[in-house]
């Protein structure tokens, strides 16, 4: 479903009673720091290593200050304000949403016991290596999006960019807390780590695959958000649900502030959708670089990569892993209180396909050992919204082609699929026939590099480049023109320096 959140990209409504955050501490955060003089010293050493990854690894063009919305209160209203802030100034701080001193396990063998608010032994190891996959996406994406501010295609979208930038650092400071406050030496050492691996690096990757790719260009960046963004909503809604409390809060909160991530990609894709369809209807045909807009047959290849990317991202269909997160109350299942079952789902079945003689076919296998698969459905079902949205505005201007999601098995790097080549409406391939194919469905070398071509950048403020649609608002009920960005050039400039 499109929550207001995905249209606008208002501050989402938290629910619950509101708790301060104190910004009076080096580190502000709602957990009490100054309480923990030890676990505040660890943080604190660990706090300018992530601003010298930040300098290192973070956005690369100079700044001046940044429209920054900053979270000031956990809870119902106000949670957040926004003001021009130095990006490197940024208040990154550890924010919990409100405990619920009576909350319970709620599926799983331990499902009707108190949530635990320390890692219970047997499960140490499984739940720091959640923790770690999780934490270790958000520098990552970090990372992958640093050069694209020099391509802005205007100031309203790089502060969006920004936005979502500091957002995902705040997330690894989330996970970080949650390592250093209860992982003890293991914990601070897999903080370190988290800094050290990075995006693509040959020999120090990040974890998972989606978060080595390159973001090439804005196209995939707003792909990006839309598609791999939402697999963080979907990754985090299920581990909102985990039985160990502090993590359960640190996801809720972090989830509040994922919605904007997720404005940015829906209307990111929608307003290159709408640019492309102004085109395409003045001109009565298809459109072409050369008019200045992303063709559509060009923007469906890049849904179909980063889609099949993301999908990668839940994990194979059938997992142990997934099942002993689940029975171990861990990692729960999207909406999971929601579902009319006994929540321990042993005697539970679904149906998954697979490939046997170049055939899809499908089996019953037990819903325990197929819950990343669950969570994929959920994912893909909330996808099709998006597409849903884009496909109107090519209603609306009175065009008859289509956006769609590829089939489940495209384009596959994990899962049933891997190892084989199923085309987007869902033919089974053999090697011959995908290479000779391939470049119809996902983007070659040479659309990369004629999108490439059109990002340039745009820094007038209100002014936007030629294969984008204004948006019809601006954030925070700022005008579209508002400076949402002073680059660092422009305060050279105003002191005479330039
Ligand atoms: N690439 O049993 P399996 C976000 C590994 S995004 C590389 O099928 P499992 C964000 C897997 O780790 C959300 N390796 O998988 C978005 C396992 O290795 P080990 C991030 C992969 O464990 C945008 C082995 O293959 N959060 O927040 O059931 C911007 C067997 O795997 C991949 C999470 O993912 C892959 N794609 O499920 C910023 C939540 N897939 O353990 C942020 C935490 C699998 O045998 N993570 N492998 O060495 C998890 O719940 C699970 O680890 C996964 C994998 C769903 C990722």
Redesign the pocket.
């Known amino acids: 479903m499109t929550t207001t959140d995905d249209r606008i990209g208002s501050a989402p409504e938290p629910d619950g009673p509101t708790s301060p955050i104190d910004y009076s501490q080096r580190i502000p955060n709602n957990v009490n720091l100054n309480e923990n003089r030890r676990l505040q010293r660890a943080l604190e050493g660990w706090q300018p290593k992530f601003l010298d990854w930040w300098k290192n690894l973070g956005p690369q063009l100079p700044t001046k200050d940044v429209y920054l919305r900053t979270a000031v209160a956990v809870g119902r209203d106000g949670w957040a304000h926004f003001e021009h802030v130095p990006m490197e100034e940024y208040r990154w701080g550890i924010f919990l949403a409100e405990g619920n001193p009576d909350r319970t396990v709620n599926f799983g063998k331990h499902k009707g016991e108190p949530a635990w608010q320390e890692v219970p032994g047997e499960y140490r190891a499984d739940l720091m290596?959640?923790i770690v996959?999780?934490g270790d996406?958000?520098p990552?994406?970090v990372e992958q999006q640093r050069i694209l501010a020099n391509t802005a295609p205007s100031i309203y979208d790089m502060r969006n960019l920004f936005q979502v930038n500091v957002e995902?650092g705040r997330?690894l400071w989330a996970m970080v807390y949650l390592l250093h406050a209860y992982f003890g030496r293991e914990g601070r050492e897999e903080a370190e780590q988290l800094l050290k691996r990075n995006s693509g690096d040959y020999d120090n990757p990040r974890?998972?695959?989606?978060?080595n790719e390159e973001t090439t260009d804005w196209l995939q960046f707003f792909m990006?958000?839309y598609f791999?963004?939402r697999?963080?909503k979907?990754?985090?809604g299920?581990?909102k649900e985990s039985g160990f409390d502090p993590l359960a809060r640190t996801c809720e909160f972090m989830l509040k502030e994922e919605a904007h991530?997720m404005f940015v990609g829906t209307t990111g894709v929608q307003r290159t959708v709408e640019r492309t369809a102004e085109v395409m209807k003045e001109k009565g045909g298809p459109a072409t670089f050369e008019d200045g807009v992303i063709p559509l047959d060009v923007i469906q290849k890049y849904l179909n990569f980063q889609f099949s990317v993301s999908m990668?991202?839940?994990?194979?269909e059938q997992?142990?892993?997934?099942g002993n997160?689940y029975t171990s109350g861990l990692?729960g299942r999207w909406q999971g209180t929601r579902r009319k079952d006994d929540h321990t789902l042993l005697d539970d079945e679904r149906e998954m396909n697979y490939i046997e003689d170049g055939q899809i076919k499908t089996k019953t296998v037990p819903m325990i050992s197929a819950l990343?698969l669950d969570l994929r459905d959920e994912y893909v079902a909330d996808c099709e919204n998006g597409v849903r949205r884009w496909n109107q505005a090519l209603e609306d201007a009175g065009l008859e082609d289509r956006l769609y999601i590829p089939h489940e098995g495209f384009h596959r790097?994990?899962?049933v699929y891997a190892g084989h080549h199923v085309s987007p409406d869902g033919e089974v391939l053999d090697d011959a026939t995908w290479e000779s194919r391939v470049d119809e469905w996902i983007p070659s070398a040479e659309d990369r590099a004629k999108v490439a071509e059109l990002m340039v950048p745009v820094y007038e403020y209100g002014k936007f480049a030629s294969w984008i649609a204004e948006p019809p608002t601006g954030i925070n009920g700022q005008p579209v023109e508002f400076d949402y960005v002073h680059l660092y050039e422009e305060a050279l400039r105003e002191e005479g320096l330039a």
Do not use: P, W
């Not at 990668?312 to 194979?316: K, R, T």
């Not at 997992?319 to 997934?322: E, F, G, I, P, R």
């Open positions: 290596r959640l996959v999780q996406t958000e990552a994406s995902e997330h974890i998972l695959g989606a978060f990006f958000t791999t963004d697999d963080g979907y990754q985090l299920t581990l991530h990668d991202l839940f994990g194979s997992s142990t892993n997934a997160y990692k990343n790097q994990v899962g």
